[in-house]
C-alpha cells in the first residue's frame, strides 16, 4: 500500500513538474512572440520599452526554467536558444553569441543544434563575420534534413549576396529559400528580397512582377506597403504612369493600408513631379498637408515641397520654411533630421545674405550722402548662379576683373566689353518688397567696407564649402578677386578658383593659369607654396588650433558620428590645406569611407585628391597604393555555397580588417 501511494506521489509530482514547465516555457515563447509581432512592425530607431519588456521577460522566464530545473534537464536547451534568441532580437549580439557558442560545447548531442547555429550565423553576420556565417550557413543547407532551417539558411545566404551586390546569386538563393519552405512569412520575406535582387539588376518588369507577389503572402503591413512603392518605382523606371497611378488608387481605397493613406497621396504627387509638372504637384503636396495634417506623409509632402522651393525654384527663404515645418507635421518622420540640416545650411545663407543687403544699403547712403535716405522700396531676392563657362571667365572675368597686375595673364588689351553682369544666367524668387526708413548709418566707413569684403568672401566660401553649389562659388569668388584685389584674402580665393575649375570642371586651361597667377603674384602665400609641392610652415598658435579641431574630429570618430566627422575633416583639409592636419584629415576621410561606411567609389575619390594634393606625403603614398588599378585577371563567377569547404576568397565582401585610428597611419 505504501509503494502504491509512493508511486502516485511520485506522477503527481512529475505531472506538476512538467505542467509548471510548459506554462512558463509557453509564457517565455509567448512573450518573445508578441515583441517580434511589434519590433516588426515598428519604425522607431531606438526600440521601445514595450518590445524590450517583452524580450526580457523571455529571458528571465528561461533562466528560471534552467534555474529550477538544472542545466542538465532535458528542458534546458529549448531554454538557452530562447535566451540566445531574445538576446539577438534586442541587438545584444555579443550576449547572444556567448549563450549561442556555450550552447554547442554543452549540448552537442541536442537536436536544436541546426538551429542554434542558424542564429549564430545571424549573429555573426549582424558582427560583420561574414565568412564565419557563410561557413555555418552552407554547411546547414548541406547537411539538415530540416526544409525549414535549409530555407532559413538560403535567405541568409542572400541577402549577404545581396549585400556584397552579387544580385543573381542572391537570386538564386532566395529561390531556393522559397521553394523549400512552406511558412507564408519565410516564403514572402525571400519573395521581396527576390523583387530587390530584379530591382538592382534593372530588371524592372522582373521586379513588378515579384513585388506584386509579395501582395499574396503573409506578411506584416509595413512590408506590403513597401513593396508597393516599390513596384511603383519600377513602373516609374518603365514610364508606366497610368499602370503606377492605377496601383496607388487602388490600396488607397484598401482600408488595410488606412494608416498609410497619407503616404500614398504624397507618393501619387510625387509622381506628378517626377514627370516634371511642377507646379501641379506642389498644389498635390498641399492638399496632402490639408487633407492629412500631422501625418508620415504630411511631413514628407512638406519635405518635397522644401525641395521644389530649393532646387527648382530658387525659393531659398520659403525652403526653409517648409524644412522647418517637416518636423512639426510628425516629429518621427524619417525626413526630418535631413530637413533639421537642410533648413539650417539656408539659415547660414540667409544669414549672410542679410548682413550683406546691410553692407550694400550703408555703402550706398555713405556715397550718396543723407539727401538719399528718402522712402522708397528696395527689391529683394535670391540668386543662384548659372554656370562660369571658360569663354565667360575669359572675357568676363579676367579681361574685366582689375587684378592690379601689368602681366594679368588673362588680360585682352583689345577687350572693351563689359557684360559679366548681364550674361551671368540667374534664378531669381518672387520679389520681396521692403520698406526702407529715415536711418542714418551708424557704423564706422571702414568698417562697413571691412564687413562687405568679409560678407562677401563668406559668400563664396559658403557656396564652395557647405552648399557645394560650384557655379555660385565661381560667379562669387570672381567678383571678389574683381572688387578686392589687394585684399589679404585674394590669394586664397583665386586658389579656391584653381581648385574649382582644376578638380570640379576639369579645365586644365584656366586652371594652369590661375596657377601660373598665384606663383608669380603670391608667391610667398601658403597656396603658391603648397602648388609647388613646398612644406608649409604654419604658426605654433595656428598649427595649435589646427590640431584642436583635428582632435574634435577624432572624438567624432570614435563616438561613430562618422557624417560629423567628415564634416569636420573636409573642413580642415579645404581651409588648413598645406598643413600636416590636411593630409590627416584627407586621409581620414577615405579611411571612413573605405572601412566603416564601406562606401568604395567616395573612398576612392577621397584617396585620389589625397594623392594629388599630396604625393610625397607618407598619407600620400598609401593613398596612391590604393587607387592603384589591381593586376587583371579573369573574372571568376560566384556559385552558391554547395557544402562547408566552401572557398571564402571566391566571395567579394567589403574589406574587414582590424580597424585602427582613423588620423593616425
Avoid at 509530482?13 to 510548459?22: E, I, N, P, R, T
Avoid at 518688397?433 to 567696407?449: G, H, L, M, N, Y
Wanted: charged share 30%; proline share 3%.
Amino acid at each position: 500500500m505504501q509503494q502504491k501511494i509512493f508511486i502516485k506521489l511520485f506522477l503527481i509530482g512529475l505531472l506538476f513538474s512538467g505542467c509548471a514547465y510548459y506554462n512558463t516555457f509557453f509564457n517565455a515563447e509567448e512573450n518573445y512572440r508578441v515583441g517580434l509581432e511589434k519590433k516588426q512592425n515598428d519604425k522607431n530607431e531606438k526600440m521601445p520599452p514595450d518590445i524590450v519588456r517583452h524580450f526580457n521577460s523571455a529571458i528571465a522566464k528561461s533562466w528560471s526554467i534552467i534555474d529550477f530545473y538544472g542545466d542538465s534537464s532535458r528542458w534546458a536547451d529549448d531554454a538557452l536558444l530562447m535566451i540566445g534568441k531574445s538576446h539577438y532580437q534586442l541587438e545584444e549580439y555579443d550576449k547572444s553569441q556567448e549563450i549561442l557558442e556555450s550552447f554547442l560545447q554543452k549540448y552537442y548531442r541536442s537536436d536544436l543544434i541546426p538551429e542554434v547555429e542558424l542564429w549564430l550565423s545571424k549573429v555573426y553576420l549582424k558582427k560583420n563575420e561574414t565568412d564565419l556565417a557563410l561557413k555555418r550557413l552552407s554547411s546547414i543547407t548541406t547537411n539538415s534534413d530540416n526544409n525549414e532551417l535549409r530555407a532559413e539558411a538560403f535567405f541568409e545566404i542572400g541577402v549577404i549576396y545581396f549585400t556584397s551586390e552579387q544580385y543573381s546569386a542572391a537570386i538564386e538563393n532566395f529561390s531556393s529559400c522559397i521553394n523549400e519552405t512552406s511558412d507564408s512569412e519565410t516564403a514572402g520575406n525571400a519573395q521581396y528580397k527576390l523583387a530587390d535582387s530584379y530591382f538592382k539588376l534593372k530588371q524592372y518588369e522582373n521586379a513588378v512582377d515579384n513585388y506584386d507577389e509579395v501582395l499574396d503572402y503573409d506578411l506584416p503591413i509595413l512590408i506590403q506597403f513597401d513593396a508597393v512603392i516599390q513596384m511603383v518605382n519600377s513602373l516609374l523606371e518603365l514610364k508606366q504612369y497610368d499602370r503606377a497611378e492605377e496601383v496607388l488608387l487602388n490600396i488607397l481605397r484598401d482600408q488595410r493600408f488606412k494608416e498609410q493613406y497619407s503616404m500614398i497621396a504624397t507618393k501619387l504627387a510625387n509622381m506628378v513631379e517626377f514627370q516634371g509638372e511642377y507646379d501641379y504637384a506642389m498644389e498635390k503636396y498641399y492638399e496632402v498637408i490639408q487633407k492629412y495634417p500631422r501625418t508620415e506623409g504630411s511631413a514628407l509632402s512638406s519635405f518635397y515641397l522644401a525641395q521644389l522651393y530649393e532646387f527648382e525654384y530658387g525659393k531659398l527663404d520659403s525652403a526653409k520654411v517648409k524644412y522647418d515645418q517637416v518636423k512639426k507635421e510628425y516629429s518621427k518622420s524619417e525626413s526630418a533630421e535631413e530637413a533639421a540640416e537642410r533648413s539650417k545650411l539656408l539659415g547660414e545663407y540667409l544669414k549672410i545674405r542679410t548682413d550683406l543687403d546691410k553692407d550694400k544699403s550703408d555703402l550706398y547712403k555713405l556715397e550718396h550722402g543723407d539727401s538719399s535716405l528718402v522712402d522708397s522700396v528696395v527689391t529683394s531676392v535670391d540668386t543662384l548662379s548659372a554656370p562660369v563657362t571658360a569663354e565667360l571667365f575669359r572675357n568676363q572675368v579676367n579681361e574685366n576683373t582689375n587684378t592690379g597686375f601689368d602681366n594679368d595673364p588673362f588680360s585682352d588689351p583689345d577687350s572693351t566689353n563689359n557684360t559679366f553682369a548681364d550674361t551671368t544666367v540667374q534664378q531669381k524668387l518672387p520679389d520681396k518688397k521692403i520698406k526702407t526708413t529715415k536711418v542714418a548709418v551708424s557704423r564706422d566707413p571702414a568698417k562697413v567696407e571691412e564687413s562687405f569684403l568679409k560678407n562677401t568672401y563668406r559668400l563664396a566660401e559658403y557656396f564652395l564649402l557647405d552648399y557645394q553649389h560650384y557655379d555660385s562659388a565661381l560667379v562669387e569668388y570672381n567678383f571678389f578677386v574683381k572688387n578686392f584685389h589687394d585684399s589679404l584674402l585674394t590669394p586664397k580665393a583665386y586658389y579656391s578658383l584653381f581648385y574649382i575649375y582644376n578638380d570640379v570642371e576639369n579645365d586644365s586651361l584656366i586652371a594652369d593659369s590661375l596657377k601660373n597667377l598665384i606663383l608669380t603674384h603670391y608667391p610667398k602665400s601658403t597656396y603658391a607654396k603648397q602648388l609647388s609641392g613646398k612644406t608649409v610652415v604654419v604658426d605654433k598658435d595656428d598649427d595649435e588650433k589646427i590640431k584642436i579641431k583635428f582632435l574634435d574630429a577624432e572624438d567624432l570618430y570614435t563616438q561613430k558620428k562618422y557624417d560629423d566627422a567628415i564634416k569636420k575633416y573636409n573642413e580642415i583639409a579645404d581651409h588648413d590645406s598645406g598643413t600636416v592636419w590636411a593630409t590627416k584629415s584627407r586621409y581620414a576621410v577615405g579611411y571612413i569611407y573605405e572601412n566603416d561606411l564601406m562606401e568604395k567609389n567616395k573612398a576612392i575619390e577621397s584617396y585620389s585628391i589625397l594623392a594629388k594634393e599630396y604625393p610625397n606625403t607618407n598619407q600620400g603614398k598609401i593613398a596612391i597604393k590604393k587607387i592603384a588599378e589591381p593586376p587583371k585577371e579573369e573574372p571568376k563567377p560566384i556559385e552558391a555555397p554547395v557544402d562547408s569547404t566552401i572557398d571564402m576568397n571566391t566571395l567579394s565582401l567589403p574589406d574587414s580588417s582590424q580597424q585602427q585610428s582613423s588620423g593616425e597611419e
